[in-house]
């Protein structure tokens, strides 16, 4: 017993002077740098603070400065470019307006299908507007009870 005993010490003692070396040893070194943070250039900060005041931009609407932007040469391309999606979701290879396909109208006239928009240059809108296909259904004049996948609304300058 008395050898287990001892043994039990040895090992408990072994393990203190471990535990101190351990200590000492974590004590002695030095702390490891901060990180450091380089500052953002008083420009790239003014930006983000521009970003946050920018107003968000309409998912249902392209502005005529975006039109501008896009380097497109007709209304169909402006679309495709900057909200491809509004082409989603129904047929949009029906480029005649027939039924469950997207309609074009200009104001509050139907100029026909996606075809239209091919038709005129960037510059002729102030802006376009998406309509889901119950809105334009509900909204524009001469759908009646026909059903749309969507309508794209071709706003003119001073008809807002």
Same mark, same amino acid.
């Given at each position: 017993?008395? /050898?287990?005993? !001892?043994? $039990?010490?040895?090992?408990? %003692?072994?393990?203190?002077? #471990?535990? *101190?070396? +351990?200590? *000492?040893?974590?004590? /002695?070194?030095? &702390?490891?740098?901060?990180?450091?943070?380089?500052? *953002? &250039?008083?420009?790239?900060?003014? /930006?983000?603070?521009? =970003?946050?005041?920018? &107003? =968000?931009?309409? =998912? +249902?609407?392209?502005?005529?400065?975006?039109?501008?932007? !896009?380097?497109?040469? @007709?209304?169909?391309?402006?679309?495709?470019?900057?909200?491809?999606?509004?082409?989603?979701?129904? @047929?949009? !290879? @029906? #480029? %005649?307006?027939?039924? %469950?396909?997207?309609?074009?109208?200009?104001?509050? $006239?139907?100029?026909?299908?996606?075809?239209?928009?091919r038709q005129m240059s960037p510059g002729y809108a102030e802006s376009l507007r998406f309509l889901d296909g119950t809105t334009a259904s509900n909204t524009l004049p001469g759908l009646g009870s026909r059903r749309?996948?969507?309508?794209?609304?071709?706003?003119?300058?001073? !008809?807002?």
């Amino acid at each position: 017993m008395k /050898t287990i005993a !001892s043994r $039990t010490l040895v090992v408990a %003692g072994a393990l203190a002077m #471990f535990a *101190a070396v +351990d200590t *000492a040893a974590a004590q /002695t070194q030095e &702390p490891a740098p901060a990180p450091q943070v380089q500052a *953002a &250039p008083a420009a790239a900060a003014q /930006t983000q603070v521009e =970003r946050r005041r920018e &107003p =968000r931009r309409r =998912r +249902d609407v392209i502005t005529k400065e975006e039109m501008a932007e !896009s380097g497109a040469t @007709n209304l169909y391309e402006v679309v495709q470019r900057i909200r491809p999606a509004w082409l989603r979701g129904g @047929n949009a !290879s @029906n #480029f %005649g307006g027939g039924g %469950g396909g997207y309609v074009v109208y200009q104001n509050s $006239t139907q100029l026909g299908g996606l075809e239209a928009l091919r038709q005129m240059s960037p510059g002729y809108a102030e802006s376009l507007r998406f309509l889901d296909g119950t809105t334009a259904s509900n909204t524009l004049p001469g759908l009646g009870s026909r059903r749309v996948a969507g309508a794209i609304v071709v706003v003119l300058p001073g !008809s807002n």
